[in-house]
């Protein structure tokens, strides 16, 4: 019985020791996952109350059909067998922004709006630097500009899109 005494308290204490290790990282985990289920459930009770996707989808798809009329398809022809392209129209004036490295070289540059109407374009200046060029069309009917951006400083997260070529 004395050797009961003086073992028992360490006894226990190596026993208290073994079941903590062992159960607490298995408390720890029950405990982030039931805190992830919370969390997944809350967001998904917020999803179910608002029709935040469905606004989502409208502002998309209202951003593309305000896009689209300003996207074109460009096609080259020249040293090489031919390239391809997409721009956007910058001003009534029929002036249209694309990448330099697409009309390098070329001895022709075609324009086709999202209408499908197609017309010849000229090169009136490119900076092989910044890799942009600006075609010239005559202005006419279909040529509208792309809405530009209003000087605010954009954010960090903030969400930005990029719109080519509506022929693929």
Do not use: C
């Amino acid at each position: 019985m004395r050797r009961f005494v003086s073992f028992g308290p360490a006894f226990v204490v190596l026993l208290a020791v073994l079941a903590t290790l062992v159960a607490a990282p298995v408390i720890v985990r029950r405990a982030s996952i039931a805190q992830t289920q919370a969390r997944v459930t809350l967001a998904q009770q917020t999803l179910d109350e608002d029709d935040f996707l469905e606004r989502l989808d409208r502002a998309m798809t209202t951003l593309a059909e305000a896009v689209t009329p300003s996207v074109v398809h460009v096609d080259v022809r020249g040293g090489r067998v031919g390239a391809s392209g997409s721009g956007w129209i910058y001003d009534t004036d029929g002036h249209i922004v694309t990448n330099a490295h697409v009309v390098r070289g070329s001895r022709e540059v075609g324009v086709q709006f999202s209408s499908g109407r197609r017309t010849s374009a000229r090169i009136v200046g490119m900076d092989h630097f910044t890799d942009i060029a600006v075609l010239k069309v005559d202005a006419g009917s279909g040529v509208i500009p792309a809405r530009r951006a209003t000087g605010i400083v954009p954010r960090q997260g903030q969400s930005t899109f990029a719109f080519g070529s509506p022929f693929g």
